[in-house]
């Protein structure tokens, strides 16, 4: 709802914004957009692959276009995201729904894949929201025009910020931030998944060892605060609820791999098989990234 609200709020005051989905309408709250403007919101039916080749061709002709498509269903278009996007380096908005985890749909529904997958494509921007402000502010950004196309991948679940619907702040683009100070290891998190290490954290006694950033952008990576981080603290560990392999670790040890680091890295994320079916909290355990776990693995630190 924050993304479909928001949606609605943009195209207010942007005649050019086009929201497109492939049989999702209710669940990505594209809805909103549907009902407050019928003429500029388009579900095409199960089929994700014409849902990107539509909103390509609108962008050659200068509309914003928002395609709403849940991550694992991206898959089945990702020839388009390719050639009919990607490749032509066209501004389109891409809003992953249900990224990481996703609870009781099962196997099929979880987003686990997309930072792999969509990390390799060149022209892309990957950025995921730490919360509902920073998926606001995102979306605004992206309205204002960008020159490439851009993924934003947001959970399936309900926020924890009350008051998100706030003014809104241009995101610059690549750029990373620093939740909290520490002295000897660094850890890095990508997106939704980062609460759990600010909670875990808040558990530990000696909080004051560990540093915490936020790379909400995964592509491009903020490789001046790497250099930084890389120089300054002893050890890494990268935290993402996407495959571990390929994901937003893998893009860390490339950097340190190319540019001749040798800080011991950890990757922390999905494990390299398929995840069944069970509640958020209980597929989070499993994998090694719920609050618990990262508290038992951070005071060992």
């Known amino acids: 709802?924050?993304?479909?609200?928001?949606?609605?709020?943009?195209?207010?005051?942007?005649?050019?914004?086009?929201?497109?989905t492939p049989a999702m309408p209710s669940g990505s709250s594209l809805k909103f957009m549907m009902d407050a403007f019928p003429n500029r919101a388009f579900d095409v039916g199960i089929a994700e692959q014409h849902a990107v080749t539509?909103?390509?061709?609108?962008?050659?002709?200068?509309?914003?276009?928002f395609c709403n498509i849940y991550s694992t269903f991206l898959q089945r278009a990702y020839d388009q995201v390719i050639h009919d996007v990607a490749l032509q380096n066209l501004p389109v908005i891409f809003c992953l729904d249900r990224a990481g985890l996703v609870g009781e749909d099962g196997a099929t529904h979880h987003g686990v894949f997309d930072l792999a997958y969509l990390r390799c494509i060149p022209n892309m921007i990957v950025y995921a929201p730490k919360d509902e402000i920073a998926l606001r502010n995102i979306l605004y950004t992206a309205s204002l025009g960008l020159n490439h196309p851009i993924a934003i991948r947001y959970p399936r679940g309900r926020g924890n910020t009350i008051n998100w619907q706030k003014s809104f702040q241009k995101i610059a683009i690549g750029k990373a931030h620093e939740i909290k100070e520490g002295k000897t290891t660094a850890v890095l998190s990508t997106g939704f998944i980062g609460n759990n290490v600010t909670l875990a954290l808040d558990k530990i006694t000696n909080a004051d060892a560990i540093a915490h950033y936020d790379f909400g952008f995964v592509k491009p990576l903020d490789e001046q605060l790497l250099h930084e981080i890389f120089s300054v603290f002893e050890a890494i560990i990268t935290i993402e609820d996407n495959s571990i392999k390929g994901g937003f670790g893998s893009g860390i040890i490339e950097f340190a791999s190319q540019n001749e680091y040798s800080n011991p890295i950890k990757t922390i994320g999905i494990p390299d098989h398929f995840i069944e079916q069970g509640t958020v909290e209980e597929l989070q355990e499993i994998c090694g990234i719920s609050v618990k776990q990262l508290q038992l693995l951070f005071s060992k630190l």
């Open 1 to 20: 709802d924050v993304f479909g609200l928001t949606l609605v709020e943009l195209a207010r005051t942007n005649q050019k914004i086009i929201g497109i």
């Open 54 to 65: 539509l909103s390509a061709g609108m962008a050659t002709q200068g509309m914003v276009v």
